[in-house]
């Protein structure tokens, strides 16, 4: 249906992928925006609420390293109290490989938001 047919996209991005999403926004009218909520993996710009999407969350392993290309995104997650940046995983092991998506921090978490979508969107088929 098109911006006026109340319809949800829910768009998932990783690493170059958010950039690409964030770049993307500007193509789009504000109300085509307002149809996206955003969830975000190890990406190299964290998707702010600014960018004007539905919703957008920010997933970042304590352990990856691509997210530190956008510091003050993740300065500003760290310290706000309103942040749409959501740190996981664990800071014990080796520094700054848990970037792939199929990393057991970030699986973990498409499994969580593959689950919530069923239970949420399935039609019962």
């Known amino acids: 249906g098109g911006p006026g047919g109340g319809g949800l996209i829910i768009h998932y991005c990783h690493s170059l992928g958010g950039t690409d999403t964030a ?14 909520r955003v969830f975000s993996f190890g990406s190299a710009t964290m998707i702010t609420p600014a960018l004007g999407f539905e919703s957008a969350t920010n997933f970042v392993s304590l352990r ?8 003050l995104g993740i300065i500003y997650g760290a310290l706000s109290d309103d942040s749409n940046i959501a ?19 970030y699986s973990e978490i498409l499994r969580m938001l593959g689950l919530m979508f069923m239970k949420t969107c399935a039609n019962g088929s």
Do not use: N
């Open 23 to 36: 770049t993307a926004a500007g193509l789009l009218s504000p109300e085509e925006r307002k149809m996206i």
């Open 64 to 71: 990856d390293g691509v997210s530190l290309f956008d510091p």
């Open 87 to 105: 740190f996981v995983g664990t800071l014990f092991g080796p520094p700054l490989i848990d970037h792939m998506l199929g990393s057991e921090t």
